[in-house]
């Protein structure tokens, strides 16, 4: 176990589960830990498990680690007293002779972003790994650039830890950084105060001129100013900026602040707002004069821009001088430093270096870590020639690799695949957070610890239990969750680890292969009127189920729960069925109501209409009750009539509209070449860019299924053609026949409306001519069947006055 | 910031808002929480309106100005629609890329017909080509005028841009006008005549109101190359030389057209748009006058024009402040009432709103206002709205002076050589409103600002606003 409490204090991790180890495949993990193959050559039937796992890299160990603590460490990773003495050789050679990291400057870091990276800390669920204080000797061990890449990148470094992944934005791995090193920040008395403002930039929809709350958003910039200005926004519209900063006043006595800003600003000074100056309006200014003592001053200011311009001034005017900026030197931003780490006390004389190079060949490191020009070790023994009573040089021997010696030779059968996902699950951690059979799960403390963000019960705040994973969920979205981050709940903040794609298509197969249960995957039929009762079903006035549930990607109408428009993706339809008719029988506690009293055959029947619903995915028509949050400018197409947009659209014109239909099958006609241009489902559009600032953007579909037509070539006999939009009609029901002139007196009526298929929705284009014949051909592109009648055909021959119907599908 | 802060004293200091109040009142209009009114066209119908918006929406307005409006979407889908106007059964509608005209053919109370009338114009894609109209002439032609871009043309430069254009009533397209820059109004005057305003910029010292007659060039250099287009109707202006003051401007280019009235840049609004003519009365004294409301300032302001050997020139006046946002268009209620449609997206404007609609109610009352000035040989005669005490009436009470701007590629143009006045004789006429004032250095196509500070009504009242600012372009031989 020594070496297991080595790899922890490198790892940063409470205990990384080799004691938890099960005997179930005959080899004992941590003896894989030994990682013995890699020195020592293996003959045929040795348990290739035994050299599973890689090790940490060692380039760049001097932008990482520092001296000190490698030394440290080294001491009890080399077995015996031998590797006490000669830890700081190796740990000079290692590091070289002028480490990085013993080179930095303090890093400013205020109090708030190390306040916010405890919380981090707690809700992301580090605590089911991590002591509820952080990592103990972290902040002997790196410093906040180290710390932070190997939050952002763990595999980079660390390919021994591969459920490290968090996917942390720079942000927030900065934050988790800052907390736990915070060991290291610097003493107020020690460290220089640093001139200027702190200001933090948030994105919000700016709806009114009033003073947002602030608190709890994450900033989409953190940074430091010597003005009061917007430059640290990210956007120039909906933002607010926060501003604090310690003012020094020069002498005791009255001082004037003017505060100026479109659109609203507040200043507090020791707490009290002493400036409002609230409106969405052109750039003006407001006064406030304050008794102040001699000396420090809490400063906060707070600026909300809605639209439009965005300008913020703040001057001041000192008793006995004129009104002007704050001069730098009279603010200091409220950020505490981190300390760098100091320089060690190891070695660095170049024969320290070469006793330690030389004690790395020995140990033949660069047989199991990769590194910059380490030492080529000699041959090992082979595997085969070890005597299991003798020590080993590199690694203290510990019983369990006495017990694999002494296993040599016993052949050991192929892993059966429920053993092989238990390993995994130990292997990756996955039941430091989930439960299954009975097992696991995070502990009590942690589990306190979470955010509640929505009222869900523990189902909206811990990590789901893994009970019969494979029964319930689709191979393809276990592989999605751990290799892509998709995520299904997203109010569960504590964070899933990714893995690499291989790691998680290997698991996901083990759960499809352990879990799966005859006939669950199964899926009902479709038609048009199953999608049409699972619409109403899943709608208010139906089941409801929008209430509780978000429904593509809006907002539900009370708590937050998972999205309806992922479940086909996401569950196999035979759980799928259950769940909804008896959801207590799958999981007992659960908050999801039992809707039928009896599975009867209308009740089964109506799942497997919500089922069909949901197989549109995306793309399903909107239920009745599910509304945009404010301030999107996603356009909704109400259930029972067509919307219009006017846009440019991007590679089309600046000249067209865009058509949505409840049925979430889209089209966007190009008015400057009048032509039917676009096909695509889901979303309709964003409007942002014709309905924000002075607009003008060009727009892409907001959906999936993509289709751009190519130009369709109409011919008239006899005639000149020379084709121009004449406008368009809607019919009772608001769906629009474009005319389009052809030639003179010539007209093409066109008019596109989807229909039910067979499995999905298709567009109908009706095209008639007035006025004489008319042939257009209709070139089709890669992905996109266009059909007349039942057979595919791209020339059309219209005669006057008869409509002929095409069919698109993709 | 020098600018920002005039504007700002101009708001606060000559208009108390309660007197303002006591004459025209703001009313304010209910609108739901989720009609969004960026206004872009009104359309009064009687006991409706219909409101056509920067989203491409038209609302109708059922019982408008009642307490209760019913709100109705009538179409939807247009482009930026920018002027609505009813003629010959249809519902006209100015849109970036074609005017149209739409009906309800099955009267159930939405659009559901929309005739392409004209779209031989293009687009580049770029944000600012808007178009502002469509303004019915006599002959039935349809008058437009079309923005100029700036910046990103991403379907590539096109033609006609910063241009008025007309469409006949068999819908042929004839570019009339060149050399606008940004012309947000447009509208056709008692006397059948189409005017425009303008906005301060690049090639346009400040806003202006100015006549559009086929042919003329109005001094934005933009798109004059499509005057050699065979469709143009304006011949090619020749270079544009930059930097020449206005008279000399005049001088060396024929073709430029100068405007009827300067409207000077924070003295009178900043970004003057929609305008109608007071034909009824319905704003008292101020019968035959023209309204305009600004984009920027929240405020409508007033204009006279008088016809002065054979040109039309005149003056512009403070009026009303404090709407709540920047106006684009205005539009008389047929119970006398102003219509003010608002938006200030995508830039700023004075106000607590983003867009929506307010009216301007009459009260009734007559102010003691500078009512009107007109160009005389030797000077200028003032009307005023009621009775002056004459004895109130001498030089000292007049404060006069002139500048001109310069036309240049720079972004507006200062006030440039101002030049105190001296008023030489105030001589009050025997109606008791009427004062001429004789002046000396009267200079054609200089703005005069004339201000009747000591002037006093009978009773003793200050006048409302006592300033004017007159544009002479040119002076009177009699």
Redesign the interface.
């Known amino acids: 176990m020594v070496l297991g409490a080595a790899w922890v204090a490198v790892a940063g991790f409470g205990a990384v589960g080799v004691g938890a180890v099960g005997e179930q495949g005959g080899v004992e993990r941590d003896v894989a830990i030994g990682r013995c193959l890699a020195c020592h050559a293996a003959s045929p039937g040795t348990d290739e498990r035994l050299a599973a796992l890689p090790s940490p890299r060692l380039s760049g160990l001097g932008e990482r680690v520092g001296g000190d603590w490698l030394r440290g460490f080294l001491a009890g990773h080399f077995p015996g007293r031998a590797g006490r003495e000669r830890a700081a050789d190796v740990a000079a050679a290692l590091l070289g002779p002028a480490p990085a990291i013993e080179s930095r400057q303090p890093v400013r870091v205020s109090s708030a972003v190390i306040e916010q990276g405890g919380a981090l800390f707690r809700e992301l669920g580090c605590r089911a790994c991590h002591a509820a204080d952080g990592v103990p000797d972290i902040a002997a061990k790196t410093d906040l650039r180290g710390l932070t890449a190997f939050l952002t990148d763990a595999r980079a470094t660390r390919p021994d830890l591969p459920f490290h992944d968090f996917a942390l934005e720079p942000g927030e791995a900065e934050r988790l950084g800052a907390w736990l090193l915070r060991a290291r920040r610097a003493d107020a008395s020690s460290a220089p105060p640093t001139p200027g403002f702190a200001v933090e930039c948030f994105e919000l929809h700016i709806a009114d001129p009033g003073l947002p709350d602030l608190d709890g958003l994450q900033p989409s910039a953190v940074g430091h100013t010597d003005t009061v200005d917007v430059e640290m926004r990210t956007r120039d519209d909906h933002f607010a900026l926060r501003f604090s900063a310690m003012l020094d006043a020069p002498v005791d006595g009255e001082y004037r602040f003017r505060l100026g800003s479109d659109d609203s600003s507040w200043l507090w000074l020791d707490g009290d707002l002493v400036i409002r100056n609230e409106a969405i309006a052109p750039f003006r200014t407001r006064d406030a004069r304050v008794r102040l003592t001699a000396g420090k001053h809490d400063l906060l200011i707070v600026f909300t821009e809605a639209g439009g311009g965005q300008r913020l001034e703040l001057d001041w005017q000192p008793p006995g001088a004129s009104l002007g900026p704050v001069p730098p030197d009279r603010v200091f931003a409220q950020a505490d430093a981190l300390l760098p780490l100091a320089p060690g006390s190891l070695p660095r004389d170049g024969e320290s270096i070469a006793r330690g190079r030389a004690a790395i060949a020995a140990a033949r490191c660069a047989s199991c870590h990769a590194g910059d020009d380490l030492p080529v070790p000699d041959p090992a023994p082979a595997w085969a020639a070890l005597r299991a009573d003798r020590d080993c040089p590199s690694v203290p021997v510990t019983p369990a690799h006495r017990r694999a010696l002494a296993r040599r030779g016993t052949p050991t059968g192929p892993q059966a695949p429920r053993d092989r996902l238990a390993a995994e699950l130990r292997e990756l951690r996955c039941l430091d957070c989930h439960d299954r059979g009975g097992a696991g799960g995070m502990r009590d403390d942690a589990r306190r610890e979470l955010t509640e963000t929505e009222d869900l019960g523990e189902e909206g705040r811990a990590p789901p239990s893994l009970d019969r994973a494979g029964h319930r969920l689709r191979r393809t979205w276990i592989e999605a969750v751990l290799a892509e981050g998709r995520d299904a709940r997203p109010y569960v903040r504590a964070r899933c680890a990714r893995l690499s794609a291989e790691r998680a298509a290997e698991l996901a197969g083990l759960f499809a292969a352990v879990d799966s249960v005859p006939g669950d995957d199964v899926e009902p039929p479709f038609s048009a009127a199953a999608v049409r009762e699972g619409q109403r079903t899943v709608a208010v006035g139906g089941f409801s189920c929008v209430i509780c549930h978000r429904a593509m990607g809006r907002p539900s109408l009370g708590p937050q729960g998972m999205d309806l428009a992922i479940q086909f993706e996401r569950l196999k339809p035979g759980w799928f069925r259950q769940w909804l008719l008896q959801p207590a029988t799958l999981r007992p506690g659960t908050r999801m109501p039992q809707f039928w009293a009896q599975p009867t055959p209308a009740a089964i029947a109506q799942v497997d209409a919500v089922r069909a619903w949901t197989s549109l995915g995306a793309a399903a028509p909107i239920p009745a009750g599910v509304a945009n949050p404010p301030g999107s400018f996603r356009l909704e197409v109400s259930p029972d009539r067509p919307r219009l947009h006017g846009a440019f659209l991007d590679g089309l014109s600046a000249h067209c509209i865009a058509v949505g239909t409840p049925e979430r099958v889209h089209f966007a006609y190009d008015l400057a070449h009048a032509r039917l241009a676009w096909l695509w489902r889901g979303e309709f559009l964003d409007a942002e860019g014709t309905w924000s600032g002075r607009a003008g953007r060009l727009l892409k579909p907001a959906g999936d299924d993509w289709i751009v037509l190519p130009d369709a070539r109409l011919e008239a006999p006899g005639r000149t053609v020379a084709i121009r939009t004449l406008g368009w009609r809607l019919d009772a029901e608001g769906y629009p026949t474009f005319r389009i002139a052809v030639a003179d007196g010539l007209v093409l009526e066109d008019a596109p409306r989807p229909r039910f298929g067979d499995r999905q929705i298709e567009l109908v284009r009706r095209l008639t001519a007035r006025g004489g014949d008319l042939r257009i051909e209709l070139p089709t592109t890669p992905g996109l069947s266009t059909l007349v009648g039942a057979a595919p055909q791209t020339a059309i021959e219209l005669r006057d006055g008869r409509a002929v119907e095409v069919v698109y599908r993709w | 910031m020098v600018i ?1 802060l005039c504007a ?1 004293t101009l708001l606060l200091a000559p208009q108390s808002p309660d007197l303002a109040d006591e004459f025209v009142s703001i009313v304010d209009v209910p609108q739901p929480a989720d009609v ?1 009114l960026e206004v872009g066209g009104l359309l009064p119908r009687g006991d409706e309106l219909f409101v056509s918006t ?3 929406e038209i609302w109708r307005l059922q019982h408008a100005t009642s307490a209760a409006p019913e709100y109705s979407l009538w179409a ?5 629609p920018l002027g609505l106007l009813e003629h010959d059964g249809w519902i006209w509608v100015a ?4 005017l ?1 005209r739409m009906r309800d053919s ?1 009267g ?1 109370g ?7 009338v004209c ?1 031989s114009w ?8 808007y178009c502002f109209g469509p303004a019915l002439a006599p002959d039935g032609s349809m008058w437009l005028t079309l923005n100029k871009p700036f910046g990103d043309e ?2 590539g430069h096109v033609d006609w841009r910063g241009w008025a254009v007309r469409i006949t009533p068999d819908g042929k397209f004839e570019p009339v006008c060149a050399g606008l820059r940004s012309p947000a109004g447009i509208a056709t005057s008692p006397g059948g005549e189409i005017f425009y305003t303008d906005n301060q910029g690049e090639w346009c010292a400040t806003g202006k109101l100015t006549l559009l007659q086929v042919g003329d060039f109005h001094g934005h250099p933009h798109g004059i190359d499509s005057c050699r287009r065979p469709e143009s109707l304006v011949p090619y202006p020749g270079d544009v030389p930059d930097g020449l003051l206005m008279d000399e401007a005049a001088k060396a280019m024929p073709a430029y057209r100068l405007p009827a009235v300067w409207i000077p840049y924070d003295r009178v609004g900043r970004s003057p748009a929609g305008f109608v003519w007071d034909t009824a009365g319905n704003f008292g004294p101020y019968r035959g006058q023209i309204f305009v409301g600004d984009q920027y300032s929240a405020e409508v302001f007033r204009i006279s024009l008088e016809k002065v050997e054979g040109r039309w020139q005149g003056a512009c006046y403070p009026f009303r402040r404090g709407l709540k946002c920047g106006i684009t268009r205005v539009a008389w209620d047929a119970d006398g009432s102003l219509w003010c449609g608002m938006t ?11 867009e929506g609609l307010q009216r301007l109610v009459w009260n009734g009352r007559t102010p003691f206002d500078l009512l009107e000035v007109t160009a005389r040989r030797d000077g200028f005669r003032l009307r005023f709205t009621t009775p002056v005490d004459p004895a109130t009436i001498e030089p000292d009470a007049f404060a006069v002076r002139n500048w001109t701007y310069r036309h240049h590629s720079t972004y507006g143009s200062p006030e440039i050589d101002p030049r105190p006045l001296e008023v030489r004789a105030a001589t009050i006429g025997d109606d008791t409103r009427t004062v001429d004032l004789q002046i000396d250095g009267l200079v054609p196509t200089r703005v005069h600002m004339i201000e009747a500070r000591g002037v006093r009504a009978a009773g003793g009242a200050k006048p409302w606003h006592g300033v004017a600012y007159y544009t002479l372009e040119v002076q009177p031989a009699s």
């Open positions: 920002a700002m969004s920067r989203r491409g939807e889908g247009l482009q930026e849109q970036r890329g074609e149209s099955d159930d939405r659009m559901d017909q929309l005739e392409t779209s293009e687009l580049s894609g770029n944000y600012h080509e991403p379907f200030n997206r995508g830039w700023s404007s004075l106000g607590t709103a983003s």
